[in-house]
């Protein structure tokens, strides 16, 4: 009840008397809850996801709830900082969100699959012709990120060990407390000050709000634009598939699970087929292994055999030009639409 509630909107006219609220709730009952972020980076390769798997649904305009037409089960938009969260606490069974943002939630989920998407890292960056050049060299300092709790773990660890650096040359002072990040870990014992920022996070440095950041890189262009440098990485991110510790209707899950991974797997690979003589397919075979095994049929002249197999996308000019130097013909490249493979 209070699940349903907060993703319908009160008063909203564009909410239809079709879609009343007790309907919702008595529709909910049984099916299993998938979160996907609702805006954002993940929301359209999310959506593209759920097409290419076959979950349909229809999604009434401001609502943040659809039930799905197919399947025993509702999407549930939100924000992608907030999946791990309903998903740890097994209020939603399913859900999509960043690497990041599972470890800056701290909660308990299943992780189910890498999704590829998303990728980016979380970096600690200064000014790029400002005095710092290493992460150490912040530490007492003020750091701006919407990542409150990894970047405290981050320049706790620092704090730590420059410590026991101390320690060993005994000349240190105890260093003036100013408050941390992370409730009952880092609270009130970094000398780092490490501020909330929800957006902009580049901004803080020039504004002189910071003295350096943390903050998620993907292409370089934002920092760079705003004269930053990345100094650390502290962690590395894609999108990925998480479940709750304690779902409702693990048989299901597993169905949409295959049908997810069968998409991504479509996607990072192609299908290539050539001709090669019979004497070349141990070389060929070395060029084009297959997931499994590549499948090898006689063709119709004396000494030929004809091949497929899966080849990552990635992988693939450079096995056409191997093929065609050892005499494969007829070399032909598709891409592939939908997959259930071996998991390996
Ligand atoms: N530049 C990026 N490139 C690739 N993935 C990114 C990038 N920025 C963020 N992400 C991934 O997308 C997730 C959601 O980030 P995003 O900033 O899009 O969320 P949001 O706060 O919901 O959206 P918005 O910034 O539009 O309000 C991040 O946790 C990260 O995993
Ligand atoms: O390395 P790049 O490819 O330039 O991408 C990095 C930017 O993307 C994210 O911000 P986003 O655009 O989502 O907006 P935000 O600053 O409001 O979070 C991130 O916070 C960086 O600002």
Redesign the pocket.
Known sequence: MDLVNQFVPRNNPAVSDAVRVSDLINSLNDRLLFAVPKK??LHQQCLDLLQGSDIQFHRHSRLDIALCLNLPMALVFLPAADIPRFVGEGRVDLGITGRDMIAEAQVEVEELLDLGFGK?KLQVQVPENGEYDSPEQLVGKNICT?FTGLAGEYFERLERDAGKKQEKSDTLQVGEIKGGARSGSTMGRLATKIKYV?????ASCALGVADGIV???????????AGLKAIATILETTAILIKSTHPTNPELIKTIESRIRGVITAKKYVLCTYNVPREKLAAATEITPGKRAPSVTTLDEEGWVAVSAMVEKKAIANAMDNLEKIGATDILVMNIANSRTSRE
């Open positions: 954002g980076r980016c919407s929800g957006g902009s996070v580049e903050d998620l890189v993907e292409s370089g262009e934002t920092m760079k634009a």
